[in-house]
């Protein structure tokens, strides 16, 4: 009995001596320390030929608001041709919030390419190794349009002016201004292999459901307009407090948000204009409900077919053509706002199995838009969701020439079905075969009849 006491204690003494030693020679390096800055928001931008006086105005207001510890500010930008005779707008130059103010230098020419996805990375990635922060905010800055033949993949826009986005009259192609496509965007973000915290397209009609699918792997959170932004773009003061109050950014955007609805009242009045905040975690399951109801109008469209001329067809005409043309204040034809038209066509057809598929969708993009404002949108619009490209077949079939010299640009029909939206839901097969005709509701005889062209 004694033996084995002895013999227990001793293991028992092995084993203390063993962790002891152990825990002195132990060479695990201690975790990182936490950057001690919250945000970091950057901004790549371009006057676009005609918004150099807001461009000057958003970075007023950034100067106006001074240096956070918390919250830093840098941005590449350059200013339209007409300034660069000016040495102090002049070349693509880089700007830094210092405790000495905000201070600039040109870094680059005024040819140097802002479309390009190298460019884009390096300028992220530079940022992130002298700015280590917590996250990560970049602000895109210019015109915004719809989705359209412009809008060019990788390594095809050496002869079309491509989204509108970050517009550049300093880099022209056969006489047009370079743009930013969504291609382009998409694949400058992969290269930098940073995983944004939020992108925010301060810019008119970016918040397409086809732009905000093709990024998702690459940011937490978007925030633009699927209508208008007004001219004056985003209120920096606004953004940066709001920021350097919260520490997460929807919460942060609960404040921005309708500050910034209130100052564009201000400044326009009651002029259609938008903002939202979109949950990039949430937009695979919203896409995947709208699969459903891609499906569905593919399926009564094609079933309508074998009914040509029949009210029940007239009727998804009618409901085809107002749908579309009555929602976006700038009369933009190409895109319309997604919820208000899915259920305004969709629950008119007298399909209850669709009408369920749209109900099911809706909730999803409900759950998805985690802040919206706005101004100015019609009544049944007060629940607005996102941009969606609705354009007729002949739309999309059409062909374009050569601008300048220059290679032909491509249409819809190639490029819209390179878009991941495109692929996860088959849209495009609905727009090819959408060769709707233009109807009205005669009162008297209460039937639909269509309208010669």
């Not at 009259?169 to 291609?183: H, K, L, P, T």
């Not at 009242?265 to 990039?280: E, N, S, Y």
Request: hydrophobic letters at 35%; one cysteine or more; charged letters at 25%.
């Amino acid at each position: 009995m004694t033996s084995k006491i002895w013999n227990w204690g001793y293991v028992l003494l092995i084993c203390l001596c063993f962790m002891a030693c152990s825990s002195d020679d132990d060479n695990t390096p201690p975790p990182p320390a936490e950057p001690e800055i919250d945000y970091v928001v950057m901004l790549y931008g371009c006057g676009g030929g005609n918004l150099d006086a807001q461009l000057m105005y958003n970075l007023e207001q950034l100067e106006g608001y001074g240096y956070s510890s918390k919250v830093r500010f840098t941005g590449l930008v350059k200013y339209s041709s007409t300034f660069q005779g000016d040495e102090d707008t002049e070349g693509t130059r880089l700007y830094n919030m210092t405790e000495n103010g905000l201070v600039d230098e040109k870094v680059y020419d005024s040819k140097y390419r802002l479309d390009n996805p190298d460019h884009i990375a390096d300028f992220i990635k530079s940022t992130k190794e002298r700015l280590p922060a917590k996250k990560y905010i970049l602000i895109l800055w210019n015109h915004g349009g719809e989705f359209g033949f412009w809008d060019q993949p990788l390594g095809w826009s050496d002869y079309v002016e491509t989204r509108g986005l970050v517009m550049d009259d300093n880099c022209m192609e056969n006489g047009i201004s370079s743009a930013i496509s969504i291609f382009e965007l998409e694949e400058g973000l992969k290269r930098s292999g940073v995983k944004l915290d939020m992108v925010y397209w301060d810019v008119c009609l970016m918040n397409m459901i086809e732009n905000i699918y093709q990024i998702k792997d690459y940011t937490n959170y978007v925030m633009g307009a699927a209508h208008v932004t007004p001219g004056v773009g985003g209120h920096y003061t606004l953004l940066m407090d709001a920021l350097e109050n919260h520490a997460d950014i929807p919460s942060a955007m609960k404040e921005y948000i309708p500050a910034t609805i209130l100052h564009w009242r201000d400044v326009v009045g009651d002029t259609p204009a938008d903002l939202a905040l979109i949950d990039m975690s949430k937009i695979d399951a919203t896409v995947t409900r709208f699969k459903d109801v891609s499906d569905g109008f593919i399926s009564m469209k094609r079933e309508l077919k074998e009914d040509v001329g029949s009210q029940r067809e007239l009727s998804f005409d009618y409901f085809m053509y107002y749908t579309r043309y009555r929602f976006n204040g700038d009369d933009s034809e190409g895109s319309t706002d997604m919820v208000s038209f899915v259920k305004a066509l969709g629950n008119n057809m007298l399909d209850g199995g669709l009408s369920a598929k749209i109900a099911k969708f809706s909730k999803a993009m409900d759950d998805m838009i985690l802040v919206r404002g706005d101004i100015g949108l019609q009544e049944y619009m007060s629940n607005y969701s996102l941009g969606l490209c609705v354009v007729t077949k002949d739309e999309y079939e059409r062909e374009y020439e050569s601008t300048g010299g220059g290679k032909a640009p491509k249409g819809l029909s190639v490029t819209y079905p390179l878009l991941h939206f495109a692929q996860a839901t088959g849209w495009h097969n609905f727009l090819k075969i959408n060769d709707w005709r233009p109807v009205i509701w005669n009162s008297e005889t209460k039937e639909f009849e269509e309208v010669p062209m």
